[in-house]
């Protein structure tokens, strides 16, 4: 799909966080993941972290999301025990202040906030030392397979930065001896080629065994679900793939 004010942009690529597809060349940054990225939610009025987006960061603070504006407080929290964790230590992202909302309707405000009156986002992540916020994933997407924790977002990225991967999608799948298994749904660059065997090679080099997926199919883009804001929708994914799965189609799977 072409925009007549940017007929060599394709704008179905645009997604959340993307925008810098459709600027002039001499504003687009040469590595997007460089740029530092904002974090927000209706909850919050918009943005709750947000930083400089025309200067590309050093590789320290690759994929970050910014730091909190003036007004808006945050704190990490264990999502088990509720213990308020330390920076650097990952756990739910709670956030309070100016643009935080009143409450939610028909809910009791003790039941919208804790005691201090911060806000539990459901997001995942951490905080460096510098107050500078590393997203990594919904807690309902934090994949649990033979009792440890996989985050989507780290083996997606891993597998983007290979050259003949446009997008990785990755999610758990159930699985009767290991609650879920780690499956990627990967979306190949028009003309090249890549196999489950080899990205499972690549992944083993960079990540821990269980990381690494167990299962491997390969789509075009438009025959994925995505929402109408142009999210990949991960809950019809995984219903997706689980059922290639059950079906006996176990993509490239690992024996």
């Known amino acids: 799909m072409d925009h007549p004010s ?19 060349d001499h504003l687009r940054p040469s590595d997007p993941e460089l740029r530092s990225n904002s974090l927000g939610m209706t909850e ?30 945050h704190k990490v929290v264990d999502p088990e025990s ?20 009143q409450g939610l309707y028909k809910v009791e405000r003790e039941q919208a906030f804790d005691r201090d009156g911060y806000y539990h986002t459901g997001d995942g992540g951490h905080f460096d030392e510098n107050g500078v916020l590393f997203f990594e994933a919904r807690l309902g997407d934090v994949i649990k397979t033979a009792g440890a924790n996989v985050t989507p977002r780290e083996v ?32 190949l660059d028009s003309d090249r080629e890549l196999s ?5 090679r690549r992944l083993r080099e960079q990540l821990s065994a269980y990381k690494v997926p167990r299962h491997y199919f390969f789509y075009d883009k438009q025959d994925l679900p995505f929402t109408d804001s142009g999210k990949i929708d991960k809950h019809r994914l995984t219903a997706l793939l689980a059922q290639r799965i059950e079906s006996g189609d176990r993509g490239e799977a690992r024996t």
């Not at 943005?47 to 987006?53: E, G, S």
């Not at 489950?196 to 499972?200: H, L, Q, S, T, V």
Request: hydrophobic share 40%; aromatic share 6%.
């Open 6 to 24: 940017f007929p060599d942009r394709d704008l179905s690529a645009i997604r959340s966080g993307n925008l810098w597809s459709i600027l002039p």
């Open 44 to 73: 919050t009025c918009g943005p709750h972290t947000i930083d400089r987006m025309d200067v590309d960061l050093p590789e320290a603070l690759r994929g970050s999301f910014g730091r909190a504006p003036e007004g808006v407080e």
């Open 82 to 101: 509720g213990e308020t964790l330390p920076r650097g230590r990952s756990g739910e992202i709670c956030v309070r202040g100016y643009n935080v909302m």
């Open 156 to 187: 997606e990225l891993l597998m983007e930065a290979f050259p003949e991967v446009q997008a990785s999608f990755v999610v758990g799948v159930p699985d009767p001896d290991r609650g879920q298994n780690v499956a990627a749904a990967v979306v």
């Open 196 to 200: 489950g065997a080899e990205c499972r």
